[in-house]
T-cell receptor, first 115, second 113 residues
């Protein structure tokens, strides 16, 4: 079982280009999330999806879009990349525990540099 | 606003000594609290969580955390640190309005031989 995979591992991108970060999970989790990690700021939620076919905005959604066509995949798209989107991006999914809380499982991350 | 704070950017401890990584929170209602660890070039890994019940929660790799309601704290502890515990540790609290996790800024733990 792979858990959560992300691709690419790293990418250098010219400003203004379109980029899609891929995320796939094989745990059949309903909920999925995209975070960005920046030094001194911790992890901030970009977008989330509680179940296939639905998405929602997190804390920092501007400049990003997501889709959830099926349970396993949750791609994150930067329509026109800007340097401030240079960051490490983590995808996560959550298993609903029997006590009603969510434990999130994280992918290995994508390091994105926008020049 | 609901939030979580990790007041220390870095904690240094000698191997074999006890360690504490601090976390305080501010939420409406009952807090759901989590600790995650991030090793270099890896994603976050779940360590433990507090939902209800015993204030002392035991988790992976010998870590435990103590929930203190009066001090609104959830400090991570380990009786005897290992060099391999060196990593970045994140505290998180569930936002009662959105049901989403709010993460702290992280504390880098450095264990010296």
């Amino acid at each position: 079982i792979a858990g959560i995979t992300q691709a690419p591992t790293s990418q250098i991108l010219a400003a203004g280009r379109r980029m899609t970060l891929r995320c796939t999970q094989d745990m059949r989790h309903n909920a999925m999330y995209w975070y960005r990690q920046d030094l001194g700021l911790g992890l901030r939620l970009i977008h989330y999806s509680n179940t296939a076919g639905t998405t929602g905005k997190g804390e920092v959604p501007d400049g990003y879009s997501v889709s959830r066509a099926n349970t396993d995949d949750f791609p994150l798209t930067l329509a026109s990349a800007v340097p401030s989107q240079t960051s490490v991006y983590f995808c996560a999914s959550s298993a609903v525990a029997s006590d009603g809380t969510d434990t999130q499982y994280f992918g290995p991350g994508t390091r994105l540099t926008v020049l | 606003a609901q939030s979580v704070a990790q007041p220390e950017d870095q904690v240094n401890v000698a191997e074999g000594n006890p360690l504490t990584v601090k976390c305080t929170y501010s939420v409406s209602g009952n807090p759901y609290l989590f600790w995650y660890v991030q090793y270099p070039n890896r994603g976050l890994q779940f360590l433990l969580k507090y939902i209800t019940g015993d204030n002392l929660v035991k988790g992976s790799y010998g870590f435990e955390a103590e929930f203190n309601k009066s001090q609104t704290s959830f400090h991570l502890k380990k009786p005897s640190a290992l060099v391999s515990d060196s990593a970045l540790y994140f505290c998180a609290v569930r936002d009662s309005n959105t049901d989403k996790l709010i993460f702290g800024t992280g504390t880098r733990l450095q264990v010296f031989p």
